[in-house]
Nanobody, 123 residues
Framework: QVQLVESGVGLVQAGGSLRVSCAAS????????MGWFRQAAGKEREFVGS???????EYAMPVKGRFSISRDNAKNTVYLRMNSLKPDDTATYYC?????????????????WGQGTQVTVSS
């Protein structure tokens, strides 16, 4: 059974930084791309960024230059580092395992999701 568990619940002031982790169990993630999504209250889930099994990354425009994704395959863990946080970044953040490489930036490309972790940025 595949499980993804995020950690790093955070309340941070605007301009601050936070790192969220996603630990996987039940399979080895080294051969998979991993994605991060977020969902703010009353809004649809949106793509934040992704990292391929080779370590290539891509990011959504609202977070490009501020967020970075990395992975430690030895720990079976993916990280989302968030810098220069803004109140608009407030959301529940989810990591997910990509199972359809042609759909890396949309939720339908992912079958396994973490439970989500809340990030709140105060102004």
């Amino acid at each position: 059974q595949v499980q993804l568990v995020e950690s790093g619940v955070g309340l941070v002031q605007a301009g601050g930084s936070l790192r969220v982790s996603c630990a996987a169990s039940g399979l080895t993630i080294s051969s998979y791309a991993m994605g991060w999504f977020r969902q703010a209250a009353g809004k649809e889930r949106e793509f934040v960024g992704s990292i391929t099994w080779t370590g290539s990354t891509e990011y959504a425009m609202p977070v490009k230059g501020r967020f970075s994704i990395s992975r430690d395959n030895a720990k079976n863990t993916v990280y989302l580092r968030m810098n220069s946080l803004k109140p608009d970044d407030t959301a529940t953040y989810y990591c997910a395992l990509n199972s359809r490489p042609n759909y890396i930036s949309v939720p339908k490309g992912y079958d396994h999701w973490g439970q989500g972790t809340q990030v709140t940025v105060s102004s």
